[in-house]
């Protein structure tokens, strides 16, 4: 059982450069989360998709865009890279948004824009 | 300020000791309440969670709530080096559309030293 699966982990980008972060789960969750982590700042929420066919922003979505593929797949994509998007991309999901549903993580993205 | 706060330490406690890891939360209308332990390059992993208030063990691990001062602690006995690493407390305030989505902090960085 694979869990949250994310590709790749590890990339170096170009200012200006595009790409895509993808993520993928097998626990049938219903919901799906994209967080970066930067040092003193903790995790914060980027996109989240409650249920296949919704996203909603979250704390620092300016500079990405997400899709919802289908149930099991969301992609964060980058158009236009800065290195102020430097960090640690954490994608989760969840069985859904009710108070008690803890989150799954993969195991992160490293990014670097030069 | 952040919705979620945590002290980023480090907490330094020697091995066999009680570590005592504290988070305040600003939306009284919280219902759940998540701690995850995060090692040096890995992703969060969660160990506790709690939704009434007391005290909630298991193993090593005492989660505690107290929601009329709005803070939860976990408490970590006859710690060991291998506890070693950042505890995130996590907790969903309610969003819109009846989603409760995560909010962490920063994360509070403990150090078991034999």
């Known amino acids: 059982n694979a869990g949250v699966t994310q590709t790749p982990k590890f990339q170096v980008l170009k200012t200006g450069q595009s790409m895509t972060l993808q993520c993928a789960q097998d626990?049938?969750?219903?919901?799906m989360y994209w967080y970066r982590q930067d040092p003193g700042m903790g995790l914060r929420l980027i996109y989240y998709?409650?249920?296949?066919?919704?996203?909603d922003k979250g704390e620092v979505p300016n500079g990405y865009n997400v899709s919802r593929l289908n149930k099991r797949e969301f992609s964060l994509r980058l158009e236009s890279a800065a290195p102020s998007q430097t960090s640690v991309y954490f994608c989760?999901?969840?069985?859904?948004?009710?108070?008690?549903?803890?989150?799954?993580f993969g195991n992160g993205t490293r990014l670097t824009v030069t | 300020q952040k919705e979620v706060e945590q002290n980023s330490g480090p907490l330094s406690v020697p091995e066999g000791a009680i570590a005592s890891l504290n988070c305040t939360y600003s939306d009284r209308g919280s219902q759940s309440f998540f701690w995850y332990r995060q090692y040096s390059g890995k992703s969060p992993e969660l160990i506790m969670f709690i939704y009434s208030n007391g005290d909630k063990e298991d193993g090593r691990f005492t989660a505690q709530l107290n929601k009329a001062s709005q803070y939860v602690s976990l408490l970590i006995r006859d710690s060991q080096p291998s506890d070693s690493a950042t505890y995130l407390c996590a907790v969903p305030p309610y969003a819109s559309g009846g989603s409760y989505i995560p909010t962490f902090g920063r994360g509070t960085s403990l150090i078991v030293h034999p």
């Open positions: 998709s409650a249920s296949e066919g919704t996203t």
């Open positions: 989760a999901s969840s069985a859904g948004t009710g108070p008690h549903s803890p989150l799954h």
């Open positions: 626990m049938n969750h219903n919901s």
